[in-house]
């Protein structure tokens, strides 16, 4: 029973369209995270909910909105997709905000590729 | 502004012998340190974690230094074997607005039979 899940594994798509990835976890944990590994390999934060409240918005183009519904599910809905929105993005969990000796637990990851 | 560093893309290591992950830290605000293992295809997976307050955390074949001074920390693997053949990345955490946590860019180990 995967612990953090993310749906599709695989999404390809057209610049100008709209799509969402979506993110539930069964651990229990509060915090839930949106990261993006860019093409230098990079894992940078974009989102973080605690307890469905956003607690950590980075710079990221309003094109992209997280949506929280319960402390366990969190969607990233994407608007008028770009070239430079290729990525692979990666949903994760933990419990508590930030990462103490734990760490996150992370999804599998969705790799977009706008063409 | 890469506030943390893994200078090396890859290291290659024979089976048996220690491999050494080394990464480098800009922001002394930061409190916690972790090392990730990511295979293709999936998602990093937690591997160890030091506090700033100490210098040394084993877990089996895996230790992690930290020089707080050098801000730098490294990891080390003992035995090396195959299975561990990933993407390491290392990553750091603080009370640096709302506990983000930094990661490296990762370092690719190949371990060899």
């Known amino acids: 029973d995967t612990a953090v899940s993310q749906t599709p594994k695989y999404l390809v798509t057209q610049m100008g369209n709209d799509k969402s990835i979506k993110c539930e976890q069964n651990l229990g944990h509060d915090t839930m995270y949106w990261y993006k590994q860019d093409s230098k390999k990079f894992l940078k934060i974009m989102f973080s909910y605690n307890n469905k409240e956003l607690i950590i918005n980075e710079t990221v183009p309003n094109r992209f909105s997280p949506k929280s519904p319960d402390k366990a599910h969190l969607n990233l809905h994407i608007n008028s997709l770009e070239l430079g929105d290729s990525a692979v993005y990666f949903c994760?969990?933990?419990?508590?905000?930030?990462?103490?000796?734990?760490?996150?637990?992370f999804g599998s990851g969705t790799r977009l590729t706008v063409v | 502004d890469q506030q943390v560093k893994q200078n090396s893309p890859s290291l290659s290591v024979q089976e048996g012998r220690i491999s050494i992950l080394n990464c480098d830290y800009t922001n002394s605000m930061f409190d916690y340190f972790l090392w990730y293992k990511k295979y293709p295809a999936e998602g990093p997976t937690f591997l160890i974690s030091i506090s700033s307050i100490k210098d040394k955390n084993e877990d089996g074949r895996f230790t992690v230094f930290l020089n707080k001074s050098a801000k730098h920390l490294s990891l080390h693997i003992v035995p090396s074997q195959p299975g561990d053949s990933a993407v390491y990345f290392c990553?750091?955490?603080?009370?640096?607005?709302?506990?983000?946590?930094?990661f490296g860019a990762g370092t690719r180990l190949f371990v060899k039979a």
């Open positions: 994760a969990s933990s419990q508590g905000v930030g990462q103490r000796s734990g760490g996150y637990t």
């Open positions: 990553a750091a955490s603080g009370n640096t607005g709302g506990f983000k946590t930094i």
